[in-house]
C-alpha cells in the first residue's frame, strides 16, 4: 500500500488578482482544476489560500470521487483539502490564533494506511520578512512541533508518531532595519532543516527535485527561492523521484523563463509539491 499527496500554494485562488475580472477568476479556477486532474493524478491535494465559495463548485464537480474539506478561517486564504481516500480532518486553530490578528489555521489529515497510522499537518505560515513574521513563525514552528509531542503520546508503546509537515512555510529571512544581524532565506531554510532534522523530532526536511519553488517571474527584483517545504518522521519511508523525495511541478518545469512567466501568469507563483509515501522502516 502506498498513498500520494500534493501541497499547493495557489495564490488568491479562487479571488480576484491585481487586475483580474470576474471572468478570469474563474478561467484560472478551469486551468487548476483541470490541471489537478488531468497531470497530477493524488490521492490527497492540499491547497492554500482558497477562497471556499468560490472553487466549491469546481472541485466536487470536476473530482466527484474526492470529498473536499475547507478550514475555518479568513474566508478567502484558507486550507482547502480532497481526498479519495478515508480521510479525518481537523482543523488546528491555533496556527491561527494568538499573533495580534488572525492567521490561516492548519489542516491536520489522518490517514491510515496498511496499519500505520500517518497524521498530515498542512502549514501556510506567516509570510513577510519583518522582525514580528520571523517570530510569528518560529512561533508557530514550536507549535507544529508541540503538535508532533502530543501524537507521539498516543502512538502505540515505544513508537513515535509518523508526522508530517508540508506547505508554504515562507521560509523569507528576516530583515532588521539599521542591524547586521539579519537573517538570510537561505539561513532561515537552513534553520529549518536543522530544527526538524534534530535528535529531538528526527523529521528530516526532504529533499525536492528543484531547490526554487517560488517566484513572481521575468521582470521582478526578487529572484526564485526555496519556500514551500516537507519534513517528515525519518521512519516514513518516500518513492524517489529522480534522485530526491519531493517532487516539484510547475513553473520550474518550464524551459525559460517566458514560458516560466506565462504559467506563474496562468496558475500560480509556487510551484506544486507533490510526494509518494510507501511505508515505514
Not at 478561517?73 to 486553530?93: H, N, W
Request: aromatic share 10%.
Amino acid at each position: 500500500m502506498s498513498f500520494t499527496v500534493s501541497s499547493w500554494k495557489v495564490e488568491f485562488f479562487g479571488s480576484k488578482r491585481k487586475g483580474d475580472s470576474s471572468a478570469e477568476v474563474t478561467a484560472r479556477i478551469d486551468r487548476v482544476f483541470n490541471y489537478l486532474r488531468d497531470e497530477i493524478d493524488t490521492d490527497i491535494y492540499a491547497i492554500y489560500e482558497a477562497n471556499g465559495s468560490q472553487v466549491f463548485t469546481h472541485a466536487t464537480t470536476m473530482f466527484p470521487d474526492y470529498t473536499w474539506k475547507i478550514t475555518e478561517g479568513s474566508g478567502s486564504q484558507d486550507i482547502l483539502v480532497g481526498s479519495r481516500r478515508p480521510i479525518f480532518i481537523t482543523d488546528r486553530t491555533e496556527f491561527g490564533k494568538g499573533f495580534n490578528g488572525p492567521l490561516r489555521p492548519g489542516a491536520l489529515v489522518t490517514l491510515n494506511d496498511d496499519g500505520e497510522t500517518y497524521s498530515m499537518l498542512f502549514l501556510h505560515l506567516k509570510a513577510a520578512d519583518k522582525a514580528i513574521d520571523f517570530g510569528v513563525r518560529v512561533h508557530q514552528h514550536e507549535r507544529a512541533r508541540s503538535l508532533r509531542k502530543a501524537l507521539d503520546k498516543a502512538a502505540p508503546a515505544g513508537e513515535r508518531a509518523n508526522f508530517i509537515v508540508a506547505g508554504d512555510l515562507n521560509s523569507v529571512g528576516l530583515d532588521l532595519t539599521f542591524s547586521d544581524a539579519d537573517v538570510e532565506l537561505v539561513d532561515e531554510v537552513k534553520r529549518l532543516r536543522t530544527m526538524y532534522g534534530s535528535r529531538f523530532d528526527h523529521m528530516p526536511v526532504r529533499d525536492k527535485t528543484r531547490e526554487h519553488t517560488f517566484w513572481n517571474g521575468p521582470g521582478t527584483s526578487d529572484p526564485p527561492s526555496d519556500i514551500d517545504h516537507v519534513a517528515a518522521a525519518e521512519r516514513i519511508q518516500f518513492a524517489p523521484v529522480n534522485g530526491a523525495e519531493v517532487e516539484v511541478k510547475g513553473w520550474p518545469e518550464e524551459p525559460s523563463p517566458e514560458a516560466m512567466g506565462n504559467w506563474i501568469g496562468d496558475f500560480s507563483d509556487h510551484a506544486l509539491l507533490r510526494f509518494e509515501v510507501t511505508g515505514v522502516q
